[in-house]
């Protein structure tokens, strides 16, 4: 294996007797008082072996491998080898990605291991309105198998921020064009969008099936959806995450139903917390509430920006996962973490049944949360 100074760390600024890799925060400085260090980031373009950078630096093999050592510890290098199960176009097309995985790579773990993930990655999309940028971000990514669904056709007030629908779409059906234009952005990845009304968790479950993540951008008819997405996912082991806005606020959130992040119980855990939150959640559920979108584009980018980014980290495990509720406040550009703690519901409708022929009532989950607040007084 030839090694190779990681291309996104030049160039190597040379300092009196020292070398400085890297910049602002992220910059170390070298001891080099013979230039010998800075040489071996120059000799070291992956067109060498380590033999004969030896040779051209006059030290022996030892010596530079004790370097490389060194060098690999930093993390500042990485194997020249380009696997041969990318395509030509492939490397041409993921350049940017590759250069992106390299400040993750080293010696043993190859920055095109990280794109093979994304291509053996399976996600869902569920609502090619506010998820047809997702779509798209996928699709430019490398995820393997791309799968959507929606119902709707597009309008004209779509086309404010649903940016792969242009004026002569209006009137065709979301799935359709989504179907052509995700194809378009990247030939080599499977596309499969369904054109289908989601009414109940059943409808989910054959467009989710084998999916390692799902994206959920349905917010009609209100909880509700989102507890048809939360069912699906349950009963096929699958993480989500969803997200949206309310005017200045762009929140979304990670939940794993089948480990205990459910959003049923979540619901519950929220009922049994504040007397008022029956009132709020029967305000709204099951509603459908139109033409009160505040759907703004930058807005939108940036749900599909952290969306998309949280999701390629747990598709190829490059860096930890943030914690799973976020929330931007898009005025001062303040994001607000947290851990969004509830406790597992034993008797939750959802994640403690076998079998979901239907989710449950609102009224039983209101009964659960009642239930809890007399076990925990
Ligand atoms: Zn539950």
């Known amino acids: 294996m030839n090694v190779a100074f990681k291309r996104t760390l030049r160039p190597v600024v040379q300092l009196e007797e020292a070398i400085e890799v890297g910049m602002n925060e992220q910059r170390t400085i070298i001891n080099d008082p013979e230039g010998l260090v ?30 490389i050592g060194a060098l690999d510890g930093l993390g500042f290098l990485e194997s020249a080898e380009v696997p041969g ?31 093979g993930s994304l291509k053996d990655a ?3 999309v569920i609502g090619l309105g506010g998820g047809c940028l997702t779509t798209a971000y996928f699709a430019g990514l490398g995820v393997g198998e791309i799968r959507g669904v929606d119902f709707d056709t597009i309008s004209r007030s779509n086309l404010n921020r649903q940016f792969i629908f242009n004026e002569e779409d ?3 059906l979301k799935s359709e064009v989504a179907q052509e234009k995700v194809e378009k952005i990247n030939p080599d990845v499977k596309v499969q969008m369904y054109n289908r009304e989601i009414t109940s968790h059943h409808d989910l479950l054959d467009i989710i099936d084998g999916c390692d993540i799902v994206v959920s951008m349905i917010d009609t008819p209100a909880i509700v959806a989102n507890r048809w997405v939360n069912a699906a996912c349950y009963i096929k082991g699958i993480p989500f995450y969803q997200g949206g806005f309310l005017n200045k606020i762009v929140m979304w959130e990670r939940l794993d139903p089948a480990s205990g992040s459910c959003y049923d119980c979540r619901l519950i855990n929220g009922l049994a917390e504040e007397d008022s939150e029956e009132s709020r959640l029967k305000a709204v559920y099951n509603k459908v509430f139109s033409r009160r979108n505040t759907g703004f584009a930058p807005h939108v980018s940036m749900l599909t920006g952290f969306f998309t ?3 390629v980290k747990h598709l190829t495990g490059y860096a930890e996962l943030a914690k799973p509720y976020s929330q931007l406040n898009t005025e001062t550009m303040e994001l607000n973490k947290s851990d969004f703690e509830f406790t597992r519901v034993p008797t939750c409708p959802t994640c403690s049944q076998d079998h979901i022929e239907e989710i449950s009532t609102l009224d039983e989950l209101i009964e659960c949360a009642n239930e809890m607040r007399v076990v925990h007084g």
């Open 309 to 311: 980014s949280e999701v």
């Open 170 to 172: 209006v009137g065709r």
């Open 85 to 115: 199960s990318f395509l030509a176009s492939e490397l041409e097309r993921y350049e940017a990605n590759l250069n992106y995985y390299s400040s993750y790579s080293n010696l043993s773990k190859s920055k095109y291991e990280y794109q």
């Open 38 to 67: 800075y040489k071996l980031t120059e000799f070291l373009d992956g067109s060498r072996t380590n033999e004969e950078v030896a040779i051209q630096l006059g030290i022996t093999e030892e010596e530079v491998n004790e370097a």
């Open 122 to 124: 399976k996600v869902a």
